[in-house]
């Protein structure tokens, strides 16, 4: 399909690939999300931490899309959730839901 970026295994692996694919195609904005939020999505070569450390694109987090790998102790409350989110917030960008970008697009596309 037409407009449509399919990124392989190759681009996952390496921060300087993705790094370059998105200054490619003059992506300056990347969503986050996913299972693992303390693990893959923070640290993988194309996480939020090696990314954000390029200094050149806006990080945003879907908090009701991503969850983290909880312990037995921290499962009732999301406690590593939590804290990894404000993590996110604090040091590398910003987080939003589902239905905030949606309010987002919306108002957008109205003007």
Not at 8 to 25: A, H, K, M, V
Not at 49 to 62: A, D, E, G, M
Request: aromatic letters at 10%; one cysteine or more; glycine letters at 6%.
């Amino acid at each position: 399909m037409s407009g449509e970026f399919i990124l392989g295994n190759d681009i996952s692996t390496s921060t300087d690939l993705f790094n370059d694919f998105l200054q490619r195609n003059g992506i300056k904005t990347l969503l986050y999300a996913g299972y693992a939020l303390n693990y893959c999505v923070l640290n993988r070569p194309i996480g939020i931490v090696p990314v954000s450390q390029l200094h050149k694109y806006n990080i945003i987090l879907l908090r009701d899309c991503s969850i983290a790998f909880e312990t037995p102790e921290t499962l009732a409350g999301k406690w590593t959730r939590k804290v990894i989110t404000n993590l996110i917030e604090t040091q590398f960008g910003r987080s939003t839901t589902t239905d905030e970008l949606r309010t987002s697009f919306e108002s957008i596309n109205t003007r």
